[in-house]
């Protein structure tokens, strides 16, 4: 099982992700607006704002999450988006000064849900529930996205055994055991660094090796090719000629070794947000 773990970050998310991009790409090469956009969003940054819904979907008792659990991961979130995780202290000298402040901020959404809380809803399923086709779907027992063109919907639930996390168009679905930093979570990924990784493939960033091996790589300049993942916290690593980028949010270490997102990535997610995601 735990040889599992590393890998299953990867498992369905990136697979969308990588259609998903491909597409996004392919229709900016068409229009030929890829610089005008650029320009434009570069000189944009202003603290953006994100309503969050949260749909706990458990079938066992142990699979719900209290609030404070919930409230835990939006904590992470806003940490890990702004530069401001306490543990950024252990960057490594080598990259120190590429970390960004991607100046995204995350809330609960001012929605009253079955909860009788704001943007926390609940599902008690008697279905196992682990992929976008039935996780996403209340026919099939899961809960159905709401109005995913306003709200970033995220879904917590006892994914696959060894499945950290995954993504879809309709948003991102974490394990429970992996969710926040309190009560349910399992040591080594519980620190709520899943969600903040999903995050970046939801806003457009691939693994920092591409499709993997040097030939490949996430297209962003500021971080440095790298052959495939690194799931230890070793930061001596090199290959593709350069030292990896180990503490990268978009490496697949354990959660107390990812520390942070370079200015190129912030700049891809910005601008994935703001033509993808404009409202
Ligand atoms: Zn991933």
Known sequence: MTKMRPNARVFVGCRILLVKACIIGLIMQVSGK?????????????????????HVVYHENAEDLSIEQINSQISVLNKDFRANNVDLINLEELFEGFEADVNLEFFLADTLLNTGYYGIHKISTEQSVSTPDNLF?????????????????????????????????????????????????????????????????YFSLDH?????????DDGIEDTPNQASSVNSCDQEIISCGSTDMVQNFMNLSTDECLLFFTEGQKSKMRKYLYEQKPN
Not at 171 to 193: C, E, K, Q
Not at 208 to 216: F, N, P, Q
């Open 137 to 201: 779907s209340s026919d099939s027992g899961g809960a159905d996205p709401i109005d995913p063109d306003k709200f970033l919907n995220i879904w917590v639930a006892n994914l696959s055994e060894g499945l950290l996390g995954f993504n879809g168009v309709e948003g991102i679905a974490v394990d429970y055991t992996h969710f926040g930093t309190m009560g349910t979570v399992s040591d080594p990924y519980d620190l709520g660094r899943t969600l903040t990784h999903e995050l970046g493939h």
């Open 34 to 54: 890829e610089n005008i956009l650029t320009n434009r969003h570069q000189s944009t940054d202003e603290l953006l704002f994100i309503p969050v819904i949260i």
């Open 208 to 216: 920092l090796w591409g499709t993997g091996g040097c030939e490949s």
